[in-house]
């Protein structure tokens, strides 16, 4: 099995740091580039005019990549200490997404944007700090009640399970909010925007970046220093083994699920404020578009998962951006469909026999 | 029906059951026309007569059986992907759209075409076929979960593509005004009030599959599902070929989507890509999980009985409670308004609820097939042969959880049996 995979703190990781850095500025210009190209020559657009647009989206993409990776390390997490495809997992980030709407709206009674930058980091570590520990909460309460149970059950019968919680979730939202798109107060101030030439940087959307950053360096921290982290890698790479030399099962599944529905709640908290509404079938794209990343990724691994979940947001970008939004879809299903023919291991996974 | 008959053990004079159930096994389409011709005529009859004509006129009702035959036929064919063949299919759905709109181009007037509509029975069953193939062949490789989420993504892509090739498909309107099936001897012509002649044809089309199905099943390709099911790395060393095995279950779960699509769209006169999203997909697996997979019966009967308690015992829930005019009340800051609830929109909430329960305390389902039940409780007996609960002990639940028996779904032993892993 891969583990969930985190490279051993060595004398290399700094410089590995600056590579990584190094490449990631590298494909986000080279994409911002791309994207200049096809604006140009599909939409037409001429060429001083298409750059700063170009520039915008390519912000947009980091945005809503990041909360695309954010969804997809619970998936990857889980997949990785238990091989369940937690389907219900796009529904937790969907309840997620509604539960910071109800502390943001029901319990600060907010609707418009906060335009001071102390209420605002106030209100929006409040609404991380309620919906995180609640949604962890319930996936860990999930796991509990119906995982568990079936840890030993063939294969078949948790996923089947989970398909049957993912439409319970979806459906207590239906009940409890109604059909149509609820609204998501944008504390967020919109109106804030960086000038850079003639493009315009939403700085929501860098904050939204750089939140999902900060979340992934501490669960990559988490996982590779600390004592559970090394509990939950040891039980990925090899449950038996790992409980013979006195791993506490349950525990570390529960703190996987934990981990990742705390995450999908952090994601429904950015796409409130990014988004503007809650619907209750968000969760099932989303889920799926997560999950795609993951897999592109390698799943299992938590790296690969970042990766994955910007890959997908830059595709979903691209189309978008050139009018193409409502074949977004398609295009990332496709992405799914050949990277489980052709490399099924993903980007970072590793060659195993019996993953595919 | 005939399916139980099989593995229960005769008492030593043989009673009528046991001769009956001796005639299934030896006649076995014999028995299943008998059986489907008794059902259908008691299917006829029960709407005439209380307590079934108290609730609706038999008209709905023959509608709602038709109706029925759909999910029953979509059931039996999910049932051999996943039941038989032990693959978990999520993109059904879509092998349901491709012969609808199979039929709908070979008989509207947007296409202008009029093709007679039993050959295209044949050919819509036909055409999904083909995609079943083009689906299956690459992806068949892929382990069990990768493949349910494959499916996913295919059932996603089929109506999303009818949703945005508008200048083929109508997008969301859809294709409309279909001709409906050309009058046949006896039942006479088709028309939008014609329920009971589409209930007949309904079960016409039912047993013919089913009887096809059943003797697939006990034939040497019914055996080679088995045994990939059960594992599929012993199935190949005895000579199964198990990728062309399992393309022809998949094949043969998209043949049968395509005929109940033909006849939906034959009867609804209209397609439209909202016909076809995952809650279909959803439903039939919901019906095939509670009919007991594996069971062709048990299927079939799981998804009438869903389907009846999905559109006729919601909706009366409903008539009910309106009936009884219960007033609003509110109870502290809770403002209880019974009224306002509408029964079918808890639908889904209860397939998931079921889903979940089933799986949970009875994942053989409500008519399990006797192979299955010993499979899926295999596990249990190891347990209660260590005389320990599994989940008793945390240190020792993971070291249990590859118990040599626990095979799972797809063949594969879970654990260190299986070939290749890093472990």
Known sequence: MTAIATPAVTHSTRSRAIRAIGLSVGALILYWLLLWAALVVVVGLPVEGAGPVALQQTVNALSIGAIYALIALGYTMVYGIIELINFAHGDIFMLGAFLSVVFLGGILGQTGAVEQIIPLTLMLLGALLFTMPLIGGLNVLIERSVYRPLRNAPRLAPLITAIGVSYILQNVALILAGSGDRSAPQIFPLSWQIQIGQASISVLSIFIFALAMVLMIALQTFVSRTRMGRAMRATAQDREASALMGVDMNQTISLTFLLGGALAAAAGVVWGLRFGYVRFDLGFNAGLKAFTAAVLGGIGNITGAVIGGFVIGFVENFSSSLGYSRWSEFLVFMILTFVLIFKPTGILGQASGDRA | ?423
Not at chain 2, 94 to 121: E, K, Q, R
Not at chain 2, 170 to 175: A, E, R, V
Not at chain 2, 193 to 217: C, D, E, H, K, P
Request: glycine share 10%; net charge negative; aromatic share 10%.
């Open chain 2, 1 to 423: 029906m005939t399916a139980t008959a099989t593995t229960r053990p005769s008492s030593p004079a043989p009673s009528l059951r046991t001769r009956l159930n001796d005639f299934g096994t030896a006649h076995r389409s014999i028995t299943i026309i008998i059986c489907m011709a008794i059902a259908t005529t008691l299917l006829a009859f029960l709407p005439t007569v209380l307590p079934l004509n108290a609730i609706q006129k038999p008209q709905p009702w023959y509608d709602a059986f038709a109706n029925a035959g759909v999910f029953v036929l979509l059931a039996m064919g999910l049932n051999v992907v996943v039941g038989l063949a032990g693959l978990l299919d999520l993109g059904y759905a879509a092998f349901f759209a491709i012969g609808a709109y199979t039929y709908a181009y070979s008989n509207s007037p947007y296409s202008n075409v009029d093709l007679p509509f039993l050959p295209m029975l044949v050919v819509g069953a036909g055409v999904a076929a083909i995609f079943g193939i083009a689906l299956g062949a690459p992806t068949l490789r892929l382990r069990g979960d990768y493949l349910a989420i494959m499916t996913l993504g295919f059932g996603e892509i089929v109506p999303i593509v009818f949703l945005n090739l508008e200048n083929w498909t109508q997008g969301t309107n859809g294709i409309s005004a279909i001709y409906r099936p050309e009058p046949l001897p006896i039942l006479g012509a088709f028309g939008a009030l014609s329920s009971f002649n589409y209930f007949v044809l309904m079960a016409g089309i039912v047993t013919i599959a089913m009887a096809l199905l059943y003797r697939l099943q006990d034939s040497r390709v019914g055996r080679a599902w088995n045994a990939i099911r059960e594992d599929e790395l012993a199935a190949a060393a005895n000579g199964i070929n198990t990728v062309t095995t399992k393309l022809l279950a998949f094949a043969l779960g998209a043949t049968t989507a395509g005929l109940a699509g033909v006849f939906n769209a034959s009867k609804l006169t209209i397609v439209s890509p909202d016909q076809f999203y995952f809650t279909v997909s959803f439903t039939v697996l919901a019906m095939v999980i509670l009919g007991g997979m594996g069971n062709i019966w048990g299927v079939a009967a799981g998804a009438f009985i869903v389907y009846m308690i999905q559109v006729v015992f919601l909706k009366q829930l409903n008539t009910i409670k309106e009936a009884l005019g219960i007033p609003a009340f509110d109870l502290g800051p809770l403002h209880v308004d019974l009224n306002a609830i509408n029964f079918t929109d808890y639908q889904f909430l209860l397939y998931g609820i079921a889903l979940v329960l089933m799986m949970l305390f009875r994942p053989e389902g409500l008519f399990p097939s006797q192979r299955r039940r010993r499979e899926l409780h295999v596990a249990d007996e190891f347990a209660a042969d260590l005389g320990e609960d599994i989940d008793a002990e945390p240190g020792i639940a993971g070291s249990l959880g590859e118990t040599p028996g626990a095979e799972d779904l797809f063949g594969e032993s879970a654990g260190e049996g299986s070939p290749g892993g890093e472990r």
